[in-house]
């Protein structure tokens, strides 16, 4: 009986332990550097950042995601990138914006919006700005089946593909949440994920100014980083505003804008299409 009682007690030790172990793992930075020449013969490092973005455990799976989210390079390169759209007001907005500054983007639709839009997209696919996958009803993945994640994910890209005749590649996590689930959903897609360097809560619609977004975005661009802002989802007149300080304010820094696809060198959009 005794032994019975030491066996039992060591066993649950043994089971905090490795629980312990699951948890403190979370908080592991990994990075995967994926070196690639890109066509001036410059070496520029593709940076796989594994860093947690959610702190929340579902059945003991750490919630990470794994994808681009900047490149390592000394020239001034910047990727800008909008996600939660279309919007009728404001994509439209920014669409104009970009024109004027002669700027191409990327932007993470959310495909419910795509189906009410599909002027906006087509107008952004001809104006040569990249169109990728921010799911279908732009859904915290993490809490989804796998099924449930392809689903989300698959029917975003069969509207754009309906309406531009191809089906993107580049795919961002709305909220960057991510499960084991989710990245091999992406992964047996074949899908890119693309994170961020630079994001400030512009999504957020009281205590933001235009200024203070402005601000935030500039004090952490630098060359290579991916600009995250939001052309969807909710009042964007700020994000629009802090887009016309951002923008001059880059380009007198001397920094060229690039597609996604462009900083990466990778393609936007699947072959076979
Ligand atoms: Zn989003």
């Known amino acids: ?143 989804l089946s796998e099924d449930e994640i392809k689903n989300q994910i698959v029917k975003c890209n069969l509207e754009i593909k309906k309406i531009i005749g191809v089906s993107p590649l580049l795919f961002r996590p709305p909220y960057g949440s991510c499960s084991i689930n989710s990245i091999n959903v992406v992964r047996n897609l074949n899908l890119h994920t693309i994170m961020w360097s630079a994001m400030v809560d512009d999504y957020r619609i009281q205590g933001n100014s235009a200024e203070k977004i402005a601000h935030g975005i500039l004090n952490l661009v630098k060359p290579g980083s991916i600009i995250g802002m939001h052309d969807g989802g909710g009042k964007r007149d700020n994000t629009v505003a802090a887009l016309k300080i951002i923008i001059p304010t880059l380009k007198n820094q001397g920094y060229k804008f690039v597609t996604i696809p462009e900083l990466l060198n990778i393609s936007a959009y699947q072959i076979s299409d």
């Not at 700027?103 to 639709?109: A, D, G, M, Q």
């Not at 189906?115 to 087509?122: G, S």
């Open 1 to 143: 009986m005794k032994y019975m009682f030491l066996l039992i007690s060591f066993f649950v030790t043994f089971l905090k332990l490795s629980n312990a172990y699951a948890l403190a793992n979370c908080n592991i930075y990994n990075f995967d550097h994926v070196i690639k020449n890109d066509e001036n013969n410059t070496q520029i490092t593709k940076i796989i950042d594994n860093k947690p973005l959610d702190k929340k455990h579902i059945n003991n799976e750490v919630i990470l995601c794994k994808g681009y989210n900047h490149v390592n390079t000394n020239k001034k390169i910047i990727s800008l990138t909008f996600d939660d759209g279309p919007s009728k007001q404001y994509t439209e907005q920014i669409l104009l914006l970009l024109r004027n500054n002669n700027i191409k983007s990327t932007f993470f639709f959310v495909g419910k919006n795509v189906k009410d839009y599909p002027e906006i997209v087509t107008m952004l696919y001809k104006n040569g700005h990249v169109i990728a996958n921010h799911t279908h009803n732009h859904s915290r993945l993490s809490d």
